[in-house]
């Protein structure tokens, strides 16, 4: 039994999306994986009631245009939106100023990119937890 069964990615560079799904294929998850373009996108999906199943955990991009990874974080611990669901930030920062205010707006982990070393799939099995 896998810890999360419905994924929701946050991303809008389409590399990245191919890379989690390459990382995917590679250590065989069988999630369902859902997308949105950025964080409004997600927002309108999620109360136009598109998202089905309903994701369990949220793999989210901290830079957007429209909403980026900080104010849907935001959003989200003001709104309510997405309550129960875990938020792992990915992003190419580094900057511990950048890991403190994710987690001080409710993220359960942050992971850097680039998402095509093996280590970005070790640490997707991680968060997975295949």
């Given at each position: 039994?896998?810890?999360?069964?419905?994924?929701?990615?946050?991303?809008?560079?389409?590399v990245d999306v191919l890379n989690v799904?390459?990382?995917?294929?590679?250590?065989?998850?069988?999630?369902?994986?859902?997308?949105?373009?950025?964080?409004?996108?997600?927002?309108?999906?999620?109360?136009?009631?598109?998202?089905?199943?309903?994701?369990?955990?949220?793999?989210?991009?901290?830079?957007?245009?429209?909403?980026?990874?900080?104010?849907?974080?935001?959003?989200?611990?003001?709104?309510?939106?997405?309550?129960?669901?875990?938020?792992?930030?990915?992003?190419?920062?580094?900057?511990e100023s950048d890991i403190k205010r994710?987690?001080?707006?409710?993220?359960?982990?942050?992971?850097?990119?680039?998402?095509?070393?093996?280590?970005?799939?070790?640490?997707?099995?991680?968060?997975?937890?295949?």
């Amino acid at each position: 039994m896998t810890k999360y069964q419905t994924v929701l990615l946050i991303e809008d560079d389409e590399v990245d999306v191919l890379n989690v799904k390459r990382a995917f294929r590679k250590k065989g998850f069988t999630q369902t994986l859902l997308l949105a373009e950025n964080g409004l996108d997600a927002l309108q999906k999620y109360k136009g009631e598109e998202l089905n199943p309903q994701p369990d955990v949220i793999l989210l991009d901290l830079n957007m245009p429209k909403m980026g990874g900080f104010e849907f974080l935001k959003r989200r611990s003001e709104e309510g939106f997405f309550a129960d669901v875990d938020v792992y930030v990915m992003s190419t920062s580094s900057a511990e100023s950048d890991i403190k205010r994710a987690e001080e707006l409710g993220a359960n982990g942050y992971v850097v990119k680039p998402l095509y070393t093996d280590r970005f799939a070790d640490e997707l099995e991680k968060i997975l937890g295949e």
